[in-house]
């Protein structure tokens, strides 16, 4: 016996940009319709963000199954939900059509070893958007997207500017995570330093959560026009990545250069914390001296993805630290959908720190 579903006939279709693989220009699919499972929701999108993983994997740098619809920081507005209750947010509350929703990167079964574990985002059914193979609605860079049960989501406010809203289904809830392994037990972070390498948005959002807390932060980026954010996140400093940070006891590589990687315990403060978050693809062995790590007392960590508490705490972070610090600017003029190329283009060649795509300009 199937479980039920509820049809949902889309008029005019929805439209999803497929991605054919390397060096093939996307195509545009239309889906006249969709059925949602129960817990299941279609979400009308607002704007989808340009990850840094989505241009790895259109160049090829990371193996991604093609065609597939990419696109995994979004927001949009709910539109049906699937029968049987309906799902809730991160912070428990009812999730009903009309909703504006950041959407998580996963979506886990809750039920098997690393779910009970409290790694929902290493499920052994594990489900991402923008990761999955097919002609689907699975990604962010669409008209709908169509969210499995299980997925966290966080009703987000009405004036959050859209493009703080998308990102915070990737990088504000993984700065949130990075931040999180990086400080345990440490609370008031006044008088602390942290180095964070890296000054993308995922960067430039875990310094702002760092210097908030207290911390005098160093940020570290070959990338001049990246650095140049940081100050107004709160860095205390940012450096070139030939300059030596001063010993810190948290350091987040965040950046996937193995070089920031293989300083971190020589630049790490006796019983501070390495944490590892940037490194997703093969290519960045560690050439460490074992006893840097014992003699400094360091503990080292990795963090992938994120829970959806960390989801919860970035949507919360994110509404208000806009008050106080300029996290729209992060973000460029969004494209039409139909130009995501384009649009891929502006954010690999760094026009802006984060690029958008819009299917209803
Ligand atoms: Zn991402
Ligand atoms: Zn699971």
């Given at each position: 016996m199937s479980a039920p579903s509820r049809t949902i006939r889309l008029d005019p279709p929805a439209t999803a940009m497929l991605?054919?693989?390397?060096?093939l220009a996307h195509r545009a699919l239309r889906v006249p319709e969709v059925a949602l499972g129960s817990g299941e929701l279609l979400v009308e999108v607002e704007l989808a963000t340009v990850c840094g993983s989505d241009l790895h994997t259109v160049s090829g740098r990371r193996p991604g199954p093609a065609p597939m619809v990419l696109g995994h920081e979004t927001v949009g507005r709910v539109a049906h939900l699937g029968p049987g209750p309906a799902p809730v947010d991160v912070r428990g509350r009812s999730v009903a059509p009309g909703d504006r929703v950041a959407v998580g990167i996963y979506a886990a079964c809750g039920h098997c070893p690393a779910c009970r574990r409290g790694l929902p985002q290493k499920c052994a059914h594990l489900f991402k958007y923008g990761h999955a193979p097919g002609e689907s609605l699975h990604g962010g860079y669409a008209s709908h997207l169509h969210v499995r049960a299980g997925t966290p989501l966080a009703v987000v406010p009405?004036?959050?500017p859209a493009g703080v809203a998308a990102a915070i289904g990737c990088a504000a809830a993984t700065a949130v995570a990075a931040v999180a392994a990086g400080t345990t037990g440490l609370g008031d972070l006044t008088g602390r330093r942290a180095t964070v390498c890296g000054a993308g948005l995922l960067g430039l959002l875990a310094t702002a959560m760092l210097a908030e807390r207290g911390a005098s932060v160093t940020v570290i980026d070959p990338d001049a026009s990246r650095r140049a954010a940081a100050p107004a996140m709160g860095a205390a400093a940012a450096l070139d990545a030939t300059a030596e940070p001063p010993e810190a006891e948290v350091y987040l590589e965040l950046s996937g250069a193995a070089a920031a990687a293989r300083a971190a315990p020589r630049r790490t403060a006796v019983g501070g914390v390495v944490v590892l978050a940037g490194t997703v693809s093969p290519g960045a062995p560690l050439d460490w001296e074992a006893q840097d790590v014992v003699r400094r007392l360091l503990t080292v960590r990795g963090v992938h993805n994120y829970t959806p508490a960390h989801l919860a705490e970035a949507a919360a972070w994110s509404a208000e630290a806009t008050a106080r610090r300029?996290?729209?600017?992060l973000f460029g003029v969004a494209h039409p959908l139909a130009d995501l190329d384009q649009a891929l283009e502006e954010a690999a060649c760094g026009a802006a720190v984060r690029v958008g795509v819009v299917p209803h300009a």
């Open positions: 991605w054919p693989g390397v060096g009405e004036d959050l300029p996290l729209a600017d």
